[in-house]
C-alpha cells in the first residue's frame, strides 16, 4: 500500500531498514487471519470444547515437546456468547484493517509478531519466576493482542 517514505538523505530508523531487507514477506490481511482464527476458537468452543485444553499456552507442556503451543493459544476464544462474538469480531476487523492500511503491512505485522513473542516470554518468565506449574494458559489468550490492536488505532486515531 502507499507509504510515507523518508525524505532523500535522510536517516532511515532501524524499522525502516528492517523493512527495506524483510518488507517482502511481511502478510498482507493479516487481521482477517486474526479474526478467522478467532472464529475458528469460538467454533470449537461449541462443537469441541475438550479439545481447547491441547491448545492452550502451557510453558510446562511445550517445555515437554508440545511446541505447537506457541501458536494455537491465538485461537482460543475469550467468551461464548454468540452476540457478543459477533459484534467483537466485526469490529476489530474494521480497526485492524485501518490500521493495516494507516501503517503498512510490514510495521502491522510487526506490532502484531513482537506482541505475540513478547505475550509468550512473559508467560515463559511468569512460569520461570513462580516455580513451574500448570495452568498459565487459561489466562493468556488473543484478547489481549486484539486489546492492542484497539490501543494502536486509539493512539493513531485520537
Not at 64 to 74: D, E, H, I, P, S
Amino acid at each position: 500500500m502507499g507509504k510515507i517514505l523518508p525524505e532523500r538523505g535522510a536517516p532511515l530508523n532501524w524499522i525502516d531498514k528492517l523493512e527495506r531487507k524483510l518488507g517482502r514477506f511481511a502478510i498482507s490481511k493479516l487481521t482477517l487471519l486474526i479474526i478467522g482464527g478467532n472464529a475458528l476458537g469460538y467454533l470449537m468452543a461449541y462443537t469441541m470444547p475438550q479439545y481447547l485444553l491441547y491448545l492452550t499456552l502451557e510453558p510446562a507442556l511445550i517445555l515437554k515437546g508440545q511446541v505447537w503451543r506457541l501458536l494455537t493459544w491465538l485461537i482460543v476464544p475469550v467468551g461464548r456468547n454468540v452476540l457478543s462474538v459477533v459484534i467483537t469480531l466485526f469490529f476489530y476487523y474494521s480497526i485492524g484493517t485501518a490500521m493495516e492500511r494507516t501503517w503498512g503491512d510490514f510495521r502491522y505485522n510487526l506490532y502484531i509478531f513482537s506482541g505475540i513473542l513478547f505475550t509468550v516470554l512473559g508467560v515463559f518468565i511468569l512460569y520461570f519466576i513462580s516455580g513451574g506449574g500448570y495452568g498459565y494458559g487459561l489466562y493468556v489468550n488473543v484478547y489481549y493482542v486484539c486489546v492492542s490492536i484497539f490501543l494502536a488505532f486509539a493512539v493513531s486515531y485520537p
